[in-house]
């Protein structure tokens, strides 16, 4: 999934299509249908269902590069290697009671 360009542009465009239906009151959006062609309604629909389609997949990628790191993280340290920029010092002792 290597978005184009013109990819992200449209998805910019729809999110904030997306946003602005979002501000609108639900007396607006009523009155839209009678003033604007169905057609375009049906091209904006459309519009949302692929751009919502696109971010859950986007964030699905997200979630699994953080889990593909934190595994890496689990594998390297299995391995014993040093993380760079890491102290790595020994826990303290528990408090011995008097």
């Known amino acids: 999934m290597k978005p184009s360009r013109e990819t992200t542009d449209h998805?910019?465009?729809?999110?904030?299509?997306?946003?602005?239906v979002m501000l609108r009151t639900?007396?607006?959006?009523?009155?839209?249908?009678?003033?604007?062609d169905h057609a375009h309604v049906d091209e904006m629909m459309g519009h949302l269902?692929?751009?919502?389609?696109?971010?859950?997949a986007t964030a699905y990628m997200v979630e699994m590069a953080y889990a593909r790191v934190l595994a890496s993280a689990a594998a390297?340290?299995?391995?014993?290697i040093q993380f760079k920029g890491v102290d790595?010092?020994?826990?303290?002792?528990?408090a011995v009671p008097s």
């Open 49 to 56: 269902f692929r751009t919502a389609e696109w971010l859950k």
């Open 11 to 20: 998805i910019g465009v729809d999110c904030r299509l997306a946003y602005g």
């Open 88 to 94: 790595v010092k020994p826990a303290r002792r528990k």
């Open 76 to 80: 390297a340290h299995t391995q014993g």
């Open 26 to 36: 639900r007396r607006q959006l009523v009155a839209m249908h009678g003033a604007i």
